[in-house]
């Protein structure tokens, strides 16, 4: 069992095999995966680091080999680095966000609960593996919808979370999530509807442990005009806000998309307009004001 110790600068030395940081930093010598994940999970904490690396009064600190690990690491071991972005599948969007989402991003995705925004996170399961935490529909309900929808789906594992502790029960269901796995929570209100504190706790959690994994996690929130409070502590401690909005102009409905925070990435200026009918498209064609 690896013991860890905590320390204001904890300080980082390689094992006589694996190459230096200078070694690193000119591109000479390669990362084992193991040293790679470990210090990878120290430089995001910054507070911890392995015994096995640490000797006090040598070596560097932990944050200093962030960059160095971003560029080498992933490169020389093949552990995805949190720089690399995960697609959600659908072209047009993922090349206006560079190719899809940083990978350990937690994204809160606001929509309207009368929209087909779920055909998101329908699309999404056809990624990668899914772990889909559904707080209100059952689980049979979300298997037929996938089973019958008519864009492309994956097949998630649906787990239905119960409302007496849905924090608990959420946060034990995540911990089995394994490497490149997305995490939907759909929808996210239940949780929103808890302790504020506890919430910060538990969105704190969700969000190193897609770090960790290399994932991604989508908390479905629906704006409907009477928001639960913790809806602010959600989008403030996301890494990116998806905006889902309709507007209707005579007999027309309007979908639009807005990504007004992205940490990591560029969010966008301008919203995309969406068609959320068998599946999601992007509509390419120019606007006439």
């Known amino acids: 069992m690896i013991r860890y110790r905590t320390a204001r600068r904890p300080m980082v030395r390689w094992n006589a095999h694996q190459p230096s940081v200078r070694d690193i930093s000119t591109g000479r010598a390669f990362v084992t995966r193991v040293a790679t994940r470990e210090l990878w999970t120290a430089w995001w904490r ?88 559904t707080t209100d529909r059952s689980e049979d309900a979300v298997a037929d919808a996938l089973r019958t929808a008519t864009c492309p789906t994956g097949d998630p594992e649906i787990r239905f979370v119960p409302g007496d502790a849905p924090l608990e029960n959420a946060r034990r269901m995540i911990r089995g999530v394994g490497e490149g796995t ?62 889902l909005r309709q507007e209707r102009h005579g007999t027309e409905v309007e979908t639009r998309l807005g990504v007004p925070k992205f940490r990591g990435g560029r969010a966008l200026s301008e919203t995309v307009k969406l068609e959320l009918e068998e599946r999601v498209r992007v509509d390419t064609s120019r606007d006439i004001a």
Request: charged share 25%.
């Open 182 to 243: 997305n995490v939907i929570v759909d929808a996210g209100d239940a949780l929103e509807r808890t302790d504020r504190g506890r919430y910060e706790r538990f969105l704190n959690e969700l969000g190193n442990h897609v770090q960790n994994t290399a994932g991604l996690a989508f908390l479905h929130c629906l704006r409907s005009g009477s928001e639960p409070d913790n809806r602010t502590a959600t989008e403030h401690m996301a890494d990116v806000v998806f905006d």
């Open 46 to 133: 910054r507070q911890t680091v392995p015994c096995r690396y640490w000797r006090p009064g040598h070596g560097v600190h932990a944050s200093d080999i962030g960059d160095k690990l971003r560029s080498e690491g992933a490169r020389s071991t093949g552990v995805v680095a949190s720089s690399t972005r995960l697609p959600l599948g659908i072209g047009p969007l993922d090349r206006r966000l560079d190719g899809g989402l940083p990978a350990g991003s937690v994204v809160a995705y606001c929509a309207p609960p009368a929209s087909q925004s779920e055909l998101l996170l329908y699309e999404l399961t056809a990624m990668r593996e899914t772990l889909y935490l």
